[in-house]
């Protein structure tokens, strides 16, 4: 008090006041951020900001007042003194500072991250099933296998189309028999066998729902089948014939008085195939004389070369004819050979060499003549 060491003396005065705030004092800034982030489809983030700074004034520092004091058990202040007055300080308002408002931070993009790459499996595709069609299609087409069927002959009557028909029929021909439908590419493909007995022309419809609508016809000839004749079996060709007396004397006497003398002989075709002869007579005897040779009749009789033609195995008949002159003498004698040659290989054969002698009519002449003949070839 003063500083001038009274004890306990002087006046006391005491001061109440409300202190002011303090540089220490704190004014309340209240900050409401509200950031918002709205992610699109797109991932573009959307921000949205709200700062609100609330600023509380804080009210005057009250001025200090003094009271004196005489209570009972207070320090006696002397009512002549002079009291002092504490200084006051006045302390300057706090001026609140703002706060710098909170930077918005963008939260980075989402990042799509693709999975793993599914592997693809194989799948099972389905028969194709036929969709249904109430219109017909131009273009498909109707065809028979064979195309000239024969009469009691199955065949095949075969329906190509892009669409899928369903209910479909086939009218005409015999009794149709159904074969069922598959697919070969982009066409469906329905068939049917079918079977007629009597040759003829035949037209097939081919109808869809269930024959309300006939979306193609065609015809086809059913022909009977003709008999393919035996084919003759080829073989090599084989020339071979033969020509013999019919019988076994090639001697004979002849009268000048008597009618000619004839020998029968035979041509045989002894090979595979026909073949053509040609026929001549080789004679030698004394002048006069008269030497033919006859084909089938001692009647049909020739001088000059001829032909005749066998089938294989066939035969013909033959005759050498001689006829002796009226002036012919006694034991004269006239030879004759018949010779043949085939046109198939050029083969030649001569025939026995026949002999006639001019003998009396007596039998003990002509009994010894005989024994004297020689057989000649």
């Not at 003063?2 to 004092?25: E, H, I």
């Not at 609140?96 to 592997?119: F, H, K």
């Amino acid at each position: 008090l003063g500083g001038l060491g009274v004890s306990r003396l002087g006046l006391l005065a005491r001061v109440t006041d409300t202190p002011p705030p303090t540089a220490t004092d704190t004014v309340t800034v209240t900050a409401t951020l509200s950031p918002t982030w709205t992610a699109t489809a797109t991932l573009t983030p959307t921000e949205q900001v709200t700062n609100t700074a609330t600023v509380t004034p804080q009210p005057p520092s009250p001025t200090p007042t003094v009271s004196p004091v005489n209570a009972a058990g207070d320090t006696f202040v002397s009512p002549l003194a002079t009291p002092a007055l504490r200084a006051t300080t006045t302390q300057p308002r706090a001026v609140p500072t703002n706060r710098p408002l909170p930077t918005a931070t963008r939260r980075p993009a989402a990042t799509a991250t693709r999975g793993p790459t599914l592997t693809p499996s194989a799948t099972n595709t389905r028969a194709p099933t036929a969709t249904p069609q109430m219109v017909c299609r131009t273009g498909d087409t109707m065809t028979f296998n064979p195309a000239s069927p024969l009469t009691g002959k199955a065949f095949t009557i075969e329906v190509r189309s892009l669409m899928g028909y369903v209910e479909v029929l086939l009218a005409g021909g015999g009794k149709p028999h159904f074969n069922g439908v598959d697919q070969s590419g982009s066409y469906y493909v329905w068939r049917w066998e079918d079977r007629v007995g009597t040759a003829g022309t035949y037209s097939y419809s081919f109808q869809i729902r269930n024959g309300v609508q006939t979306c193609l016809t065609k015809s086809v000839t059913v022909v009977a089948p003709t008999s393919t004749p035996e084919p003759t079996p080829t073989v090599a060709p084989v020339y071979k014939f033969e020509l013999a007396l019919s019988d076994k004397y090639n001697y004979k006497p002849i009268y000048t008085d008597t009618q000619p003398v004839d020998f029968e002989l035979e041509l045989i075709n002894n090979g595979n195939v026909t073949d053509t002869f040609e026929v001549w007579l080789k004679a030698d005897g004394p002048e006069g004389w008269t030497a033919e040779y006859c084909i089938g009749d001692i009647n049909s009789c020739y001088t000059e070369s001829g032909t005749v033609t066998l089938p294989a195995g066939e035969s013909q008949a033959l005759f050498i004819k001689l006829t002796a002159p009226s002036d012919a003498q006694e034991k004269d004698q006239f030879f004759a050979t018949l010779s043949a040659k085939s046109q198939g290989d050029g083969t030649t054969v001569d025939s026995p060499q026949v002999t006639v002698a001019v003998a009396t009519p007596t039998p003990t002449t002509a009994a010894s003549l005989a024994p004297t003949t020689a057989r000649h070839r």
